[in-house]
């Protein structure tokens, strides 16, 4: 019949499933809600999303190969221990170098920059061999003296040690006692340095210095005497 309707039927999604519907052409009726549709493909496309995020696999960390770039909390047992031991190692290192660091310091102050150390009162005792008038006539002028330590069988070594050594009294005395080799135009010899500090004293003092050439010996400084008549000062007491 002219102009009459033939009537499609409309096959719902209560009759088949939803990818079926998705899925057929549009000549066959199948109509999915706009609402349905975007519902079921947002759920499709989303896949595993909805689940928790797994953490990221990552290298086994050791002692030799962590450098702190995955979390604490990603970290199994082992790897716990690994970093562990490889921080307390750390610690270990950089405490052990300050200790070090500290030691070379103080011994350098003990014996180097400290005004009563072994090279302090060296260089002054050999200041003062320079302005004794009776060593410079036995050994030569003074800018041509020089002084240094023990010899060596090797004239390779320029560093030669300065014999020294330091002991204490009963009395609280305390005695540097040190000697080196003279050197000048005229003679060489040998100086002989004995420094005291008492117990209620800062500093050394000269308790003698000698140089011996060609066998006499010549007193620049001798308060060695008076050292043993006054030993010490103990409990506020000059002991004799």
């Known amino acids: 019949m002219a102009g009459s309707r033939i009537a499609v039927p409309v096959t ?20 999915l809600g706009a ?21 990221r696999p990552h290298k086994k960390v050791t002692v030799f190969n962590d450098d702190g770039r995955v979390k604490w909390a990603d970290l199994s047992p082992a790897e716990k221990v690994a970093r562990t031991t490889q921080q307390s190692f750390n610690f270990t290192l950089v405490a052990g170098g300050a200790l070090l660091t500290a030691a070379v310091f103080t011994v350098l102050y003990t014996d180097v920059f400290s005004t009563d150390s072994t090279v302090t009162q060296f260089n002054r005792a050999v200041d003062r061999l320079k302005e004794d008038e009776t060593v410079v006539s036995l050994l030569g ?25 330091t002991d204490t ?26 420094m005291l500090r008492r117990q209620d004293e800062k500093h050394f003092h000269y308790g003698s210095l000698a140089v011996d050439v060609k066998g006499s010996r010549h007193y620049v400084e001798n308060d060695k005497q008076d050292a043993k008549k006054t030993p010490g000062k103990f409990m506020g007491i000059r002991w004799s």
């Open 141 to 165: 002028p003074a800018d041509s003296i020089r002084a240094y330590g023990e010899r060596s069988w090797s004239k390779w070594q320029r560093n030669r040690p300065i014999a020294s050594r």
């Open 12 to 31: 719902t999604c209560a009759r088949v499933s939803k990818t079926s519907c998705l899925s057929a052409p549009p000549e066959s009726g199948c109509r």
């Open 35 to 55: 609402a349905t549709a975007r519902h079921y493909a947002t759920n499709t496309s989303l896949g595993t999303s909805s689940s928790p995020a797994q953490a």
């Open 169 to 194: 009294d009963r009395f609280g005395t305390e005695r540097l006692h040190m000697h080196f080799h003279v050197s000048g135009d005229k003679d060489e010899g040998v100086a002989y340095v004995m």
